[in-house]
């Protein structure tokens, strides 16, 4: 192959790349454009993945979330309780229906500072490989 062809297949490929984002980087810019809150937690409630704009509803950095078991959004007066209602949620993986937002159930998250503030959470499963089961939750504040 000649270098005109070189460069000519350099180029394309290099086109290819800026233009076709993998699946995961949409995924990414999709969560990151929506007007409600995200987080994605895997099979042990670990925080693996939010969006800014629940880093702002909630006061927190994205460090200072990831790694940490989600319930550190919930009041502390109900964290042992939601462990439990998580874990069915998880054990269930896939079988467990989405819960949809619009179910008129309004929750309580907790801020950094530590004022409660009123939300509705939608609730979908996650499926990654074999047994590892996740989930994701889409949040929005309810004024």
Known sequence: MNSENQNLLRLRELTERVLLPSPMDISRIVCELL????????SEGIIVYVSPLLQTLFGYGSKELL?????????????????????????AGTDMDP????????LTGEKKCGDKINLRVGLSPLDWEGDNHGAIAVVQQVK
């Open 67 to 91: 790694g940490h078991p989600i319930e550190i959004l919930v009041p502390k007066e109900k964290r042992a309780g939601h462990i439990a209602l998580r874990n069915n949620f998880l054990k």
């Open 35 to 42: 007007a409600d809150g995200i987080a994605i937690i895997d």
């Open 99 to 106: 819960r949809r937002m619009d179910e008129g159930l309004i």
